[in-house]
């Protein structure tokens, strides 16, 4: 799952409309802004076993502190907790909070078994990665469904909340699908440092945008 995650980034701002899009995007990809860096540090382990199908090609062997679900519900109660403390709305830390953990779910749906339950624990996924062809059209509706609630509930202030927004829709999209058509590479460490600068990427660009738009409610902007 990749832009299943970003989907549900822009569905939330309709619950949490004070929030920045940055940190929606943050939430329920935080699993996979803690994976490379683990990967880096030898903390978790993953290999690429080329092959047919592009989304089998990464083999997560151990990724017990990034991806478990016990796991996860702790980081989405530490995120949603500082969120709160920071002076953000209990609602909106609640959000927060269900994000970081959907990122267990949707990945528990796609994955092959390798979704532990806790660190050393059994790994479980239901495996829809073994066919390519429903897992893009379940991603393309998500992610579309997503963009279509997000743009109806905010408003461009100006250009660049107007053309930044579907730029950076196309960059997610345009990752997402190029990815189907180039091999995975094999150095693991290239791989995480990619993985960490384009999700990073993502956040950022995600935040700048939502800057230069409003939340709105019934047709009127809501204050931030």
Request: aromatic share 14%; glycine share 10%; proline share 7%.
């Amino acid at each position: 799952m990749f832009i299943g995650h970003y989907a549900l980034g822009l569905a939330a701002k309709r619950l949490a409309p004070r929030t920045s899009l940055g940190t929606l995007f943050v939430a329920p990809t935080l699993a996979d802004l803690l994976w490379p860096v683990l990967l880096l540090l030898g903390w978790e382990q993953a290999h690429v076993v080329p092959g047919p199908n592009p989304l089998l090609t990464l083999w997560l062997d151990d990724i017990p502190w990034s991806h478990s679900l016990v796991t996860l519900i702790a980081w989405g109660a530490v995120f949603g907790f500082l969120y709160s403390a920071r002076g953000g709305d209990k609602r909106a830390a609640i959000v927060i909070g269900a994000l970081v953990v959907s990122h267990w779910v949707l990945d528990f749906v796609t994955h092959r078994p390798d979704m532990p339950l806790y660190p050393g624990g059994p790994k479980v996924g239901l495996g829809l990665w073994n066919y390519p062809i429903a897992d893009v059209i379940i991603e393309t509706a998500l992610f579309l469904w997503g963009i279509v609630v997000y743009a109806r509930v905010t408003r461009a202030r100006d250009g660049i909340g107007r053309w930044g927004f579907w730029a950076l829709i196309v960059l997610i999209a345009g990752s997402y699908y190029s990815t189907l058509f180039t091999p995975t590479p094999t150095d693991m460490r290239a791989l995480a440092v990619f993985g960490i600068i384009f999700a990073w990427v993502y956040v950022l660009f995600a935040w700048w945008v939502d800057r230069h738009r409003d939340a709105v409610t019934s047709g009127r902007p809501v204050p931030l």
